[in-house]
């Protein structure tokens, strides 16, 4: 195998400063595992950023969609992201366990930096971090994917 790391930051611009606080809701990490299905094939045993990412879109439209920031829905929406994902992560039966976080926060002004790094075998082990955005809010997305 091949050992290697990666790294991913996203950062969210602070327009300006405001007395308001932001709200930041990161309730959820998650692990999964998905079983077998297709042994010996090598897009079955890779983890296809693509797939993955197109995933995470459609749970975070179905999750959230056209919604305005509400405090009072994040922890849902974020459950029901992460949810989503994992279902149709596994759904895909790979030979995987899953790792998927949901940050959700009220667009206001202010700034936001996450970063994550890995140390895996970077032939089938793999990530990707999505962010989304409507005129209220930014959700931030990052699945992991570590073979099984």
């Not at 849902?76 to 366990?97: A, I, M, R």
């Amino acid at each position: 195998p091949q050992w290697g790391s990666a790294v991913q930051t996203v950062r969210l611009p602070s327009t300006d400063v405001r007395t308001e606080p932001a709200f930041v809701w990161v309730p959820h990490l998650v692990l999964q595992c998905g079983a077998p299905s297709h042994p010996g094939h090598s897009h079955w045993t890779a983890f296809v950023v693509d797939e993955v990412s197109n995933i995470v879109k459609e749970a975070i439209e179905s999750a959230i969609g056209g919604n305005a920031y509400q405090h009072s829905k994040v922890n849902q929406w974020t459950t029901n992201v992460v949810e989503q994902t994992l279902s149709q992560l596994t759904k895909l039966g790979k030979p995987f366990k899953y790792i998927v976080t949901c940050v959700i926060m009220q667009k206001n002004g202010a700034g936001l930096h996450t970063a994550s790094s890995c140390f895996w075998d970077s032939s089938t082990d793999g990530s990707c971090t999505v962010r989304w955005e409507n005129k209220t809010m930014y959700c931030i997305v990052s699945a992991f994917g570590l073979s099984i």
